[in-house]
């Protein structure tokens, strides 16, 4: 909520200037950057609910100081303690401790659309809240939203949960280095670090654009941003099934790169078009396919076993980006102007598309469990590898499961059914 309307509302703080207002965009992700890795960590130990406690209570701490604040300092200050309530991997974690393997797609993509339909719903709630309370009013709201947040785990989530052994939800601090040096990996940190780089800068002028250039009035860019977001969802649905089906995620991805560098350029060279709106709602569906691309990708990629330990090393750049971007857009705006400052984004875009193309097509991967149970390793592993279509596997001595990766296409899946079950 605080993204579209935050740059047109700043000046109102006492000692604000360009630069702090992409502090106080960006500051939020460099706190969940920092700490995302460590919470999901110490929620292994100490269990997952005292972390998402903790988490959201520093949340509606930050959103509190925020709307008392009257300086621009104090802003960035709440906006730093927000994003030390950093709890989406622990989140995700718990899911894992609630759901059988066979219903754990499920719950995550469902948990996926809540997400996105939230960042929708926000953007439009968001200038609604501001054009009648002011940037304190959103940070009130936020505050209550975290409070009903907190008040649901305390009251609805069980104090004792049994756990379950998976590695694919926990992070591994052994395995960050090898999953840094993997090049397929690392091009998907790097990318997700650009697409939130280029959009938190994007919005420290965004909204300026919509008010200056097309004369939306601050209380109806709602309606604008509902339109850009809800037609680009929906342009990018037909995309991502045909990607998908046909296999070719590659050529759909690399596309909506240049779709969003073509936007930030044209946004860059011209004034107060309906071209203007053009290329904002091209850059939404480029960005709500790229948004949906990612994680599916590196899903795909990861070896078994360690996507935790991915997601968490993933979820870290894509924040870092959010502080990057915030950080550039306010220096960029003071230094180069609003101009200036897309045609740099256009230009980082461009790096984007470079690194892209050496990047190879996820085949159509998925991640299994398996119980050894009674089998020694060595014959587990000699009995699972001539299975066609098993790719990868990760068994850890001393450990009842065993992870592997297999290629849908070609796998059978009865030939793996002695070892779903434990016998």
Not at 25 to 30: D, E, K, N, R, T
Not at 218 to 246: H, N, S, T
Not at 260 to 282: A, E, I, P
């Amino acid at each position: 909520m605080v993204l579209p309307v935050l740059s047109l509302y700043f000046a109102d703080y006492q000692n604000s200037s360009l630069f702090l207002l992409g502090l106080a965009l960006g500051i939020y992700g460099l706190t969940q950057a920092v700490f995302q890795i460590p919470l999901g960590l110490l929620s292994d130990k100490i269990g997952r609910r005292p972390v998402i406690l903790g988490g959201l209570a520093l949340f509606v701490t930050g959103s509190v100081v925020a709307a008392l604040s009257e300086s621009a300092m104090g802003v960035i200050v709440g906006r730093a303690l927000q994003g030390t309530g950093a709890i989406a991997s622990t989140l995700m974690a718990l899911v894992t401790d609630f759901t059988a393997e066979q219903n754990r797609t499920k719950a995550m993509a469902t948990i996926g659309g809540s997400i996105g339909a939230s960042f929708a719903l926000a953007m439009v709630l968001g200038p609604l809240i501001a054009s009648h309370f002011g940037m304190s009013g959103i940070f009130w709201v936020t505050a209550v939203l975290g409070l009903a947040g907190f008040i649901i785990v305390f009251t609805l989530i069980p104090k004792t949960i049994s756990a379950r052994n998976n590695r694919e939800t926990q992070t591994d601090i052994q395995q960050i280095g090898n999953l840094l040096r993997s090049p397929e990996l690392c091009r998907l940190n790097i990318g997700i670090f650009f697409h939130h780089l280029t959009l938190m800068a994007a919005f420290v002028v965004v909204p300026s654009i919509l008010v200056q250039q097309l004369a939306v009035g601050a209380d109806q860019l709602w309606w604008v941003y509902l339109c850009l977001l809800g037609g680009g969802f929906v342009a990018m649905v037909p995309a991502i099934i045909v990607a998908e089906k046909r296999n070719a995620q590659k050529p759909f991805f690399i596309a909506a790169i240049v779709i969003m560098m073509v936007s930030m350029f044209v946004l860059g060279n011209t004034q107060g078009s309906m071209l203007t709106f053009l290329m904002l709602f091209s850059y939404f569906a480029a960005f709500n396919l790229l948004e949906a691309f990612l994680p599916s990708w590196l899903s795909k990629v990861s070896p078994a076993g360690n996507r935790g330990t991915a997601i968490g090393i993933y979820s870290t750049c894509q924040f870092l980006g959010t502080f990057a971007g915030g950080i550039l857009g306010g220096w960029g705006l003071t230094s180069l102007g609003v101009d200036g400052l897309l045609i740099l984004l256009a230009m980082l875009l461009l790096v984007w598309v470079i690194l892209a193309t050496q990047m190879t097509s996820p085949r159509p991967m998925q991640t299994m469990i398996l119980h050894v149970g009674k089998r020694k390793p060595n014959e587990f592993i000699k009995s699972v590898s001539t299975i066609v279509g098993v790719e990868d596997i990760l068994l850890l001595e001393g450990d009842d499961l065993a992870y592997i990766k297999v290629d849908k296409t070609a796998i059978n899946v009865a030939e793996l059914q002695p070892f779903l079950n434990r016998t």
